[in-house]
């Protein structure tokens, strides 16, 4: 049982970025926010909304890009029909994924916080357990790395026994390790104050690897796994848009459960009750969602 003093150490608050100019996905994205482009039956922003969710954070921060604030309210417009805090910030241009939290800075305050890229999707048995551990993060950073073929594509990172982070590289020429670094990461305040000591890089941006090895230097950075048989999808290209959009569909049309879900996630959450469940399936109007939303009522006691 966790105790109330327990409680206070939780990280609380999360982040979604979800700017970035989608350029490789264009022409997609000139008049859309990718986040706002459906994954089989559900805009991309419900995905990494729900990862927030299952961590048991309610109060989230999504940033995204200039004039697009009013596109993400006609969706989800403050979180209270789903038991939520939310709150929008604009990024007029893309600066690295660490502008995140000099964005975010008043949002943080003094607490802990968690972020989630945008375009990011998680899922595997066992996920929300590791998510609720990381959510009790004293000090330091976390993050979540999983397996990939083509490990020179992405940030990777060598871990000892004790899952204590060794070597963090981004897109490394010669091999080091098959452990991505996800987008998926959790901090102690301090990310602020390391964030706004970064200096750009050759493309002009702050790097997530460089605030990483911070951390890494104090000994203060540590790892958690996507499990084998988890999936972990950048949904940044094209192909591993339709990639993670047919794996969606799979699932749920195999198993009759829809990955992502808010108002069921709100509901096992105690957040809501079911009279806001029925005010969602009235704002969806006559679709499968619905459809879903209405099974949840009827199962649930």
Known sequence: MISSKDTEKMIKKGIILAGGAGTRMSPLTKAVNKQLLPIYDKPLIFYPLSILMLSKIKNILIIVNKGQINHYKKLIPNGKNLGLNITYKEQDKPRGLPDAFILGEKFIGKDDVAMILGDNFFYGQGLSENLKKCIKLKSGAKIFLHKVTNPQSFGVAKVDKRNKILKIVEKPKKY??????????????????????????????????????????????????????????????????YKTSTFVYAVQNRQGLKIACLEEIALLNKWINKNYVKKQIKFYGNCSYSNYLKRIIKSSV
């Open 176 to 241: 080091i390790s098959n452990l991505a670094v996800t987008g998926l990461y959790f901090f102690d305040n301090n990310v602020v104050k390391y964030a706004k000591s970064l200096k750009p890089s050759k493309r002009n941006e702050l790097e997530i690897i460089d605030l990483l090895n911070i951390y890494k230097k104090k000994n203060k950075l540590s790892a958690e796994y996507i499990g084998r048989g988890g999936a972990w999808l950048d949904t940044g290209t094209l192909e591993d848009y």
